[in-house]
């Protein structure tokens, strides 16, 4: 099982980013699709989950500048970022399990991690 995250780079404050994270080798429709960053000098964060019957769940902080969504025929999931601010730059991981927990913001729930792809937001 692979999970690829790309779509990173660097964004002025205020831009938009589309990330996406295609699997390979097995599906998650059934479970957890996820994103999140990790800023330098900091822990990992929850920023955004989708399951089955695509219900979405969001960080405090990227509410109503983020979303999450996903396109099962191609077994990808995308973060859309809005009005970026310096705030959010970090590198951006999606992370994936085939059973939907309520623990969804915990990093360690994941067992299908991507590479992480890296969001530079700066004037």
């Known amino acids: 099982v692979q999970l690829q995250a790309f779509g990173g780079g660097f964004v002025q404050p205020g831009g938009s980013l589309r990330l996406s994270c295609a699997a390979s080798?097995?599906?998650?429709?059934?479970?957890?699709m996820v994103w999140f960053r990790q800023a330098p000098g900091q822990e990992r964060e929850f920023v955004a989950a989708?399951?089955?019957?695509?219900?979405?769940y969001y960080a405090d902080s990227v509410k109503g500048r983020f979303s999450i969504f996903r396109d099962n025929a191609k077994n990808t999931w995308y973060l859309q970022m809005n009005s970026v601010k310096p705030e959010d730059t970090a590198v951006y991981y999606c992370a994936a399990r085939t059973v939907w927990t309520v623990d969804y913001g915990r990093s360690r729930n994941y067992h299908y991690w991507g590479q992480g792809t890296e969001v530079t937001v700066s004037s």
């Open positions: 080798g097995r599906t998650f429709s059934s479970g957890a």
């Open positions: 989708i399951r089955s019957g695509y219900m979405k």
